[in-house]
């Protein structure tokens, strides 16, 4: 992260803490369906008290007001209170939506089929990913000579479904596990280190591991990343001092070497190392910030041996796809906004000695490696293309998908021949296929049996205009036929930030949506990585708003086009993607009926005092940086952008209480500061899920409850009576 200024002019004052009545709203008057029927029998009308004080503090020269600070203490009992007593207004009211349980049930049932995962080989042993259905967590299975047998069950780490696996790696010959388990949905993880054959614990687990790979070294350890435990909270406390160690098995964990980090001078937010197939190499990769970093180098047969740096800045990211003995084979942005492929040689791997293998294209490259071949997916307007070389660099094929959407996998070991890859689309429940390496064919492995008929949707990609004229895509699935009367159920979805591409998957949720009549449409912001580096920054810092700007000219377009209207028009988005649904709500609140922010990040002058929020500057850049940057962010900051008096849309706040990525209290504050002043009809609930955390590991039965009233919330603001 570059920091263009740090100086910060903080002058805190807290003064004695008031009570603030709660809000009374009129009724909403009784108009004919649709929209919102009925509504003014759930109005609600007094929200649940929410305590006020009057905490100020000054950035430069500028008093900034925070009364909800003390929602910040996730330890404190009058936090817990307040969400006890927030969640039971919000329950209530969905409780009195008569088709909740209907959605339930369709989710439920839907739900309900079996789910495989690409087998994967592990020295002579071969594992895959299996659900019957409805379990919480997907069960790891061990192909066996009668048939299979289950290996390793994360159902049975918890009672309740809550304790998920976290990650898993073997020794180099199979014969030694460690995996991570995460309590609770938060990112601190435990390893535990098993014996394949017997399934034997063999040591002590390991605690206190956070955004960490696991890397084994043969099978005499494996190297690991955490931070020190910070202090107070462990879940919203800051972590800014990331280390990568080295385990060696039948050691105590305090004896483990930290092999790069923990120089208080040059702190690292995230560093990772892994070694290559061969166990010739081990690479580290440092950064501080969710884009660019450092790359060392060592030679793990030379003991002595120092580590080599191959990129010594942040202005690039650089990563180590494969190896053939000391050749290296790099993935790379570096003077290549959509990523190319290098090679260089160990001995002298530094940047003036790197040689184009595959050049960069006009698509994005995100490369794999399998069966002694290298797999080039690209991404053409948000769709997959894939293309196999060999190791000179020479073009094998194109490889023919089963159809328009998203291809993934084309992954394994070198001596591996028969590879995997699944392939899906918005209305195309996920089908692996089987793939000879070298004969270049492609076979059915698995096909879902599900009760949804995809044939019976379609998708069209649009192209429209933002605000300032540049051509956004966005793909609309629908099921055939459908009226363009401008009164159909729609959910707008978006996230447009930190490089991430949203590209065409099935979801069993979006799809009990699609069934009701809804329309679903997914639009590819500014600040995504779906046509490279440039597009990523042109949604970064002080262009933040050209993400907004996208997704609102996306509702235009849905309702100029007379998919919907505003009266039926939803928006949702999770994470940065729920502060994009929290901005854009809060800039044209009349444009959408129904606002679903989801574990968004809403307080954009504190997220980076939050554990690892401070690496997400390269995006949002931060209030203490200068301040013109303090001024751009609180202009448009969820939390200190609700007006007094206006109407905003009916709004589900979602977050889990141990989320310790994007801490609840971003969600907190701004349901707080909505509820205090929001005026007119349109309800304002929090839905605080509780022993859960940003969203990995979430348990099935959750995440079925959390859809069936995302949904219910959803439809019945839009007017709908029954379904």
């Not at 450092?294 to 202005?315: C, I, M, R």
């Not at 096909?447 to 044939?455: L, Q, R, S, T, V």
Request: hydrophobic share 30%.
């Amino acid at each position: 992260m570059r920091i263009l200024s740090l100086v910060v002019i903080l002058s805190i004052s807290f003064m004695a803490c008031s009570k603030k009545m709660a809000v009374t709203t009129p009724s909403p008057p009784d108009i004919p369906n649709p929209p919102s029927a009925e509504v003014k029998d759930m109005a609600f009308k007094n929200y649940p008290e929410t305590k006020k004080c009057d905490t100020v503090y000054s950035h430069f020269g500028t008093e900034v007001k925070d009364p909800y600070r003390w929602l910040e203490d996730d330890m404190s009992d009058e936090t817990a209170d307040w969400v006890s007593r927030q969640n039971a207004h919000t329950f209530a009211y969905l409780d009195k939506i008569p088709f909740r349980s209907t959605l339930k049930d369709r989710l439920t049932k839907l739900w309900n089929y079996e789910k495989v995962g690409s087998p994967f080989k592990e020295g002579e042993r071969t594992f895959y990913y299996k659900n019957n259905g409805l379990q919480n967590q997907y069960v790891i299975y061990e192909k066996t000579a009668d048939g299979e047998e289950v290996f390793l069950d994360p159902n049975t780490f918890s009672t309740d479904g809550t304790t998920s696996l976290g990650g898993l790696s073997f020794s180099k010959d199979g014969s030694i596990l460690a995996y991570a388990i995460s309590e609770g949905g938060s990112d601190w993880r435990k390893v535990i280190i098993m014996n394949v054959a017997d399934k034997k614990i063999l040591e002590d687990t390991i605690i206190d591991v956070k955004f960490s790979g696991l890397s084994w070294y043969g099978n005499e350890g494996f190297y690991y990343s955490s931070y020190d435990k910070p202090e107070g909270s462990e879940l919203s406390a800051k972590t800014d001092q990331h280390k990568l160690y080295y385990h060696k098995l039948g050691t105590p964990q305090s004896e483990d070497k930290v092999i790069f980090g923990g120089d208080e001078a040059n702190k690292r937010r995230y560093v990772g190392g892994s070694v290559t197939e061969d166990d010739r190499y081990l690479m580290i990769s440092a950064s501080n910030s969710t884009s660019g970093n450092e790359l060392y180098l060592k030679d793990l047969k030379n003991p002595n041996g120092q580590l080599v740096n191959l990129v010594d800045n942040f202005d690039s990211d650089t990563y180590l796809l494969d190896n053939e003995g000391p050749k290296l084979y790099l993935v790379t942005n570096l003077d290549a906004p959509n990523k190319r492929i290098v090679t260089t040689n160990a001995s002298n791997p530094s940047t003036d000695n790197w040689t184009n293998l595959i050049a960069e294209t006009k698509e994005v490259l995100s490369p794999s490696t399998g069966g002694g071949y290298i797999f080039a997916e690209y991404m053409q307007d948000a769709i997959s293309k894939i293309k196999q070389y060999d190791y000179t660099g020479t073009l094998i094929r194109d490889i023919e998908l089963p159809g328009v959407g998203t291809a993934g996998g084309f992954s394994g070991k070198k001596e591996q021949k028969k590879l995997y890859y699944s392939f899906t689309n918005y209305h195309t429940p996920g089908n692996i296929y089987s793939f000879n390496a070298d004969e270049g064919t492609s076979d059915v492995f698995w096909k879902p049996a599900i009760d949804f008929d995809g044939d019976m949707y379609e998708s069209k990609q649009v192209f429209y205009e933002s605000k300032d004229g540049t051509k956004i895509p966005m793909i609309i699935t629908y099921k055939k036929g459908i009226a363009l009367d401008g009164k159909n159920p729609t959910i707008l979805y978006g996230y447009g930030g930190f490089n991430i591409s949203l590209t065409p998957r099935f979801s069993i949720t979006r799809s009990v949506w699609m069934e009701q009549g809804g329309i679903f449409a997914v639009a590819n912001l500014r600040g995504g990585g779906e046509y490279g580096k440039d597009w990523h920054n042109q949604g970064t810092q002080m262009k933040k708003q050209n993400v907004f700007d996208d997704f609102i000219a996306a509702a235009e377009y849905l309702i100029a086009n007379q998919y919907t209207s505003s009266d039926y028009l939803g928006i949702q988005g999770g994470s940065n993607g729920g502060l994009l649904v929290g901005a854009c709500s809060t800039q044209r609140p009349e444009l959408f009926k129904v606002a679903l922010p989801a574990v968004g990040v809403m307080d954009m002058l504190r997220y980076h005092t939050f554990t690892a929020g401070a690496g997400w500057a390269y995006d949002y850049g931060t209030a203490d940086q200068s301040e013109e940057m303090f001024n751009y962010l609180k202009g448009y900051s969820p939390v200190h952008t609700v007006k007094q008096g206006v109407e905003y849309p009916a709004t589900l706040v979602t977050t889990g209480d141990h989320d310790d990525r994007v801490v609840p209290a971003h969600s907190f504050k701004y349901a707080a500061e909505l509820q205090d002043k929001h005026e007119g009809d349109n309800p304002v609930m929090i839905r605080i899920e509780t022993n859960a955390g940003h969203g990995a590991g979430t348990p099935v039965s959750k995440t079925i409850e959390q859809y069936a009233d995302i949904w219910a919330f959803a439809l019945y603001n839009m007017g709908v009576k029954k379904l």
